[in-house]
Structures are given as structure tokens and as C-alpha cells.
């Protein structure tokens, strides 16, 4: 069975870049596409954007072409880079596979803050 | 963008008792090619990953015991778990993924009374 563990810095200061690994174990990253989604502190979860063997595409509006996500085949990880944090990139972070068309395999998430 | 309204945010349900929880989708969510509902159910414990539970609005995903069930008319969606045992205790929240940005219900805490 698949497993995702997403790691990083747990503080990240205003203005500086937030950057994210999703490790996955128990299969491939090949052949899937990979999610990375956060949910802020008392709102809902939040779909910020995805990879398929490096396409990738952002869709949340608040992300603003600030995110960049990559894949690492040889070490079976998905990372997020999220540039220019503000407190509204506060948020636990969830790294995710694709299964086809379905949002199958989720990591535990990681908790982010942006402060100073 | 395809607004989720879930309902309700909090549920406390006796042992043994159905539970049921429903979403409300802003547009339709059905794929006009393969006519699936793009409407997910996850289940969501503490210091656990989400767990899918239901696709495609009423496909229960392998391994998800036969009590919990989804079902769809229109844009409202449903899941209902038949007889709620203590392990059922969690958060559940439902997911649209027909089109961009991929949208979520708020989440319903479901307790036993």
C-alpha cells in the first residue's frame, strides 16, 4: 500500500519561500498525478495545485503563480515550492496521489506557519 | 468556481443509528463522457491520513465496510453510514474534482450521542 509523508519547515518567515517534500514508499511516483492541497486554520480544505511528469499546473486563485511543484523519480518524491508566504499560507499542508480521476492516497499533512 | 455546501457541520448519532451527511454542489459535477458524478466522500481522524471512502458519488472504494454508502440526485450528494459504530467517529468531508479549482464541503464532526 502506498504510503506519502509530506516533510519540511514547520516556520517560515513572511516574504521568504515555503518549500515542501512529499516522500512516497510502497509505489511509484511514475504514471500518477501527484496533488498538494493545505487547509488554513478554521476554513476548508484548499486544492492548490498538482504534477504529472513535470506539467505542472496551479489552480487555486490565491496561489498567484507563486508555486512551482516538481518530481524526483530517483528519489520517489513530489516537492512544493511556494514563493513570497504570507500569513495566509498558514495552513496544514497534504501532499496526494491520483488514482486515474480519483483523489485516492493521502499523505498526514504537515503543518506550516508563516510568521516572523 | 463549483461552490460545496456540506451539511451539517456537526453530527452526534447514537451507536447502531444511521448518520447521514449531504453535500450541495453550485453547478452539476457529472462527466458528460463516462456520466460519473465527480463527487468524493472522505473520512478524516485525528493524526490519520483521509481516507477515501466513496467515488464517482456511490462507488465504495475497496476495503471501506458495506455500512457506509453514497448516493447522488442532481447536485445534492449523500453519504450515509447505516449502523455507526465507535470507530465511525471522525471528520467527513466530501470532494468536486470535475473541473478546476477542485472544491471541498466544510467538513461535518460526527460524535456518538
Known amino acids: 500500500q502506498v504510503r506519502l509523508q509530506e516533510s519540511g519547515p514547520g516556520l517560515v518567515k513572511p516574504s521568504e519561500t515555503l518549500s515542501l517534500t512529499c516522500t512516497v514508499s510502497?509505489?511509484?511516483?511514475?504514471?500518477?498525478?501527484w496533488g498538494w492541497l493545505r487547509q488554513p486554520p478554521g476554513k476548508r480544505l484548499q486544492y492548490i495545485g498538482d504534477?504529472?511528469?513535470?506539467?505542472?499546473?496551479d489552480y487555486y486563485p490565491f496561489i498567484n503563480n507563486r508555486l512551482a511543484i516538481s518530481v524526483d523519480t530517483s528519489k520517489n518524491q513530489v516537492s512544493l515550492r511556494l514563493n513570497s508566504v504570507t500569513t495566509a499560507d498558514t495552513a496544514l499542508y497534504y501532499c496526494?496521489?491520483?488514482?486515474?480521476?480519483?483523489?485516492?492516497?493521502w499523505g498526514r499533512g504537515i503543518l506550516v506557519t508563516v510568521s516572523s | 468556481d463549483i461552490v460545496i455546501t456540506q451539511s451539517p457541520d456537526s453530527l452526534a448519532v447514537s451507536l447502531g443509528e444511521r448518520a447521514t451527511i449531504t453535500c450541495k454542489s453550485s453547478?452539476?459535477?457529472?462527466?458528460?463522457?463516462?456520466?460519473?458524478?465527480?463527487l468524493s466522500w472522505y473520512q478524516h481522524k485525528p493524526g490519520q491520513p483521509p481516507r477515501l471512502l466513496i467515488y464517482?458519488?456511490?462507488t465504495r472504494e475497496s476495503g471501506v465496510p458495506d455500512r457506509f454508502s453514497g448516493s447522488a440526485s442532481g447536485t445534492d450528494f449523500t453519504l450515509t453510514i447505516s449502523s455507526l459504530q465507535a470507530e465511525d467517529v471522525a471528520i467527513y468531508f466530501c470532494?468536486?474534482?470535475?473541473?478546476?479549482?477542485?472544491?471541498f464541503g466544510q467538513g461535518t464532526k460526527l460524535e456518538i450521542k
Open positions: 453547478q452539476s459535477v457529472l462527466h458528460n463522457s463516462n456520466k460519473h458524478h465527480y
Open positions: 510502497g509505489g511509484s511516483i511514475s504514471g500518477h498525478y
Open positions: 464517482w458519488a456511490s
Open positions: 496526494a496521489r491520483w488514482r486515474g480521476d480519483i483523489l485516492a492516497d
Open positions: 504534477i504529472y511528469f513535470g506539467a505542472d499546473r
Open positions: 470532494l468536486q474534482h470535475i473541473s478546476a479549482p477542485y472544491t
